[in-house]
C-alpha cells in the first residue's frame, strides 16, 4: 500500500517560510504525479501546487502562485513545497498526494493516494 508522509509543518508569523516535505514509499515515484492540498477549518480542502512525474511542469492555484514553489527529488522519493512570504490566510493542513492517472492532476478526485497531513499555522 502506497505510503506518503508529511513534515514541516509548524507555526510561524506572517512573511516567514516553512518548507514541507512528503516522503513517499511502496510505488514507482517517478511514475506519479504529486500535489499538494490544503484545508482550513470549515473550508473543503483545496488545490495548492502540483507537478508531473518529472518535475518539469508544474501548476498553482492562483492564490499561492509566486510565493510556493513544488519540487521533487526522485532519487529520494520526496516531494516538496516551498512557501515564502507566507499569509495568515495559509493557515490548514497540508496534505500530499500520488496519482498515476493521466488526468488533470490540479484535480482533487485525480489523486487516490493521501498523506495524513502536517499543520501550517500563520500568525498575523
Known amino acids: 500500500q502506497v505510503q506518503l508522509t508529511e513534515s514541516g509543518g509548524g507555526l510561524v508569523q506572517a512573511g516567514d517560510s516553512l518548507r514541507l516535505s512528503c516522503a513517499a514509499s511502496?510505488?514507482?515515484?517517478?511514475?506519479?504525479?504529486m500535489g499538494w492540498f490544503r484545508q482550513a477549518p470549515g473550508k473543503e480542502r483545496e488545490f495548492v501546487a502540483a507537478t508531473r512525474w518529472s518535475g518539469d511542469v508544474t501548476y498553482y492555484a492562483n492564490s499561492v502562485k509566486g510565493r510556493f514553489t513544488i519540487s521533487r527529488d526522485n532519487a529520494k522519493n520526496t516531494v516538496y513545497l516551498q512557501m515564502d512570504s507566507l499569509k495568515p490566510e495559509d493557515t490548514a493542513v497540508y496534505y500530499c498526494?500520488?496519482?498515476?492517472?493521466?488526468?488533470?492532476?490540479?484535480?482533487?478526485?485525480?489523486?487516490?493516494?493521501w498523506g495524513q497531513g502536517t499543520q501550517v499555522t500563520v500568525s498575523s
Open positions: 511502496r510505488l514507482t515515484f517517478s511514475s506519479f504525479a
Open positions: 498526494a500520488a496519482t498515476n492517472i493521466r488526468a488533470d492532476i490540479s484535480y482533487i478526485k485525480s489523486y487516490k493516494h
